[in-house]
């Protein structure tokens, strides 16, 4: 498989996010915990700005990661894998950027679900990651 499909896999896991996150902001779920409005903070940038740090990191980083590291991810299928990768960047962001933001180390300071919250979100991430890796491997393989 290829660096494509990985980044295309991580593309596709940061617009799921960014699905659940503007549903989570209509449904009123945890307001006071936006990531895209703390990115933007951090950066001091316009919240577009926050956007586009979301699906920079998603796509090029994570997604980059996942396809290059490909072989030396535990799991038995890309999903598995892709769940793995999504748990390194959940850790990540519970040791760096929610810190960074204010939020404390786990995001402490919005209580449990300052961890859990975004540990249910990078599991879909990683999950839909693995699913369009192997999907696009899959499609490539056939049409070879």
Known sequence: MTLKNGLLGGFVGSAVLAAIFVLKSMM???????????LSAMMGAPVIAGWAAHFMIGT???????????????????????????????LMMMVAVLPMAGAGFFGINFGIMGAVLP???????????????SAMGQSSAQTA
């Open 119 to 133: 540990l249910m979100l990078h599991i879909i991430f990683g999950a839909v990651m693995g699913y369009v890796y």
């Open 28 to 38: 009123g779920i945890m307001p006071e915990m936006d990531i895209i409005v703390m």
């Open 60 to 90: 090029i980083a994570w997604g980059g990661i996942f396809a290059v590291a490909n072989d030396l991810i535990p799991g038995r299928t890309q999903i598995v894998k892709g769940i793995v990768v999504g748990l390194a960047a959940w």
